[in-house]
């Protein structure tokens, strides 16, 4: 009794002479004209790969680096806040207590009245604008403006600069 087709793809023994006695003779005997396309699939797929593998690196690399970024700049605003003493809100007493400074620095030679004639519309500039016109200051002058960003909008960041300024 003959086998049918369907048997015979079923057939474990079958299989395993199809595997290692049958794919080895036919490629043999067609390798010489299957060789070149072969190949040229395997550097289509090599190819491919690189491109793929590639592309995934530099997405990755971009994504790095503005994680980077953003946990650098998340570092640097919590030191900010860390490093910088904290600054209670003015009691009525702290208030009077504010006055009598005011009045004693003025009679030290400070003035504290308003900056503008030191910098120009002080109060409508950003904390950003005025950090770069400090610099070139005299400390008494610096001692005015830290006197009235005090009294007035307390900034943190002009306040720790006129800090750094004077050391």
């Known amino acids: 009794m003959a086998s049918s087709t369907s048997d015979s793809a079923v057939d474990p023994v079958e299989q395993l002479l199809n595997l290692f006695l049958y794919a080895p003779i036919g490629l043999l005997s067609k390798g010489s004209e299957a060789l070149p396309d072969l190949v040229q699939r395997g550097r289509t797929q090599a190819s491919n790969a690189r491109v793929i593998g590639q592309f995934a690196l530099g997405a990755t690399n971009t994504k790095a680096r503005q994680s980077l970024s953003d946990a650098e700049a998340h570092l640097q605003a919590f030191l900010k806040i860390v490093t910088e003493p904290a600054r209670p809100s003015p009691t009525k007493s702290e208030s009077s207590n504010a006055s009598s ?57 002009i306040l720790s600069r006129l800090r750094q300024l004077r050391n």
């Open 101 to 157: 400074t005011e009045s004693k620095n003025a009679t030290a030679g400070v003035s504290v009245a308003g900056v503008d004639d030191l910098i120009e519309n002080y109060d409508s500039l950003t904390a950003a604008q005025i950090l770069p016109l400090l610099a070139p200051l005299p400390t008494e002058q610096l001692d005015r403006i830290e006197i009235h960003e005090q009294s007035q909008r307390a900034r943190k960041t």
